[in-house]
Nanobody
């Protein structure tokens, strides 16, 4: 079965950086696109960044030029490099596998999430 495991979250001061990782298993890696999402208390889950099988990427306007999504050559690990972090980036971050883009409803499989706190 499909498994997605995130890591790399933590606490950081504003202006700092973090790199999130998502290790995937249990499916053919060319089958799904990958995305990063986040959710903070009282807010809906929102798309942050997505990467398609051909390597094309998309970002939410709020993180463009600060966050970078990438994957390793085997496409088993997806990364989210987060720079110039702001307090409003504080959220539980999830990786997901699905059809691509930034809409949560287009993704079938989800990790358990990793907390990012920016103060």
């Amino acid at each position: 079965h499909v498994q997605l495991v995130e890591s790399g979250g933590g606490s950081v001061q504003a202006g700092g950086s973090l790199r999130l990782s998502c290790v995937s298993s249990g499916y053919t890696y060319s089958t799904y696109c990958m995305g990063w999402f986040r959710q903070s208390p009282g807010k809906e889950r929102e798309g942050v960044a997505g990467i398609d099988n051909d390597g094309s990427v998309t970002y939410a306007d709020s993180v463009k030029d600060r966050f970078t999504i990438s994957h390793d050559n085997a496409k088993t690990t997806v990364y989210l490099q987060m720079d110039s972090l702001k307090p409003e980036d504080t959220a539980l971050y999830y990786c997901a596998a699905g059809l691509g883009g930034l809409l949560p409803q287009l993704y079938n499989f989800w990790g358990q999430g990793t907390q990012v706190t920016v103060s």
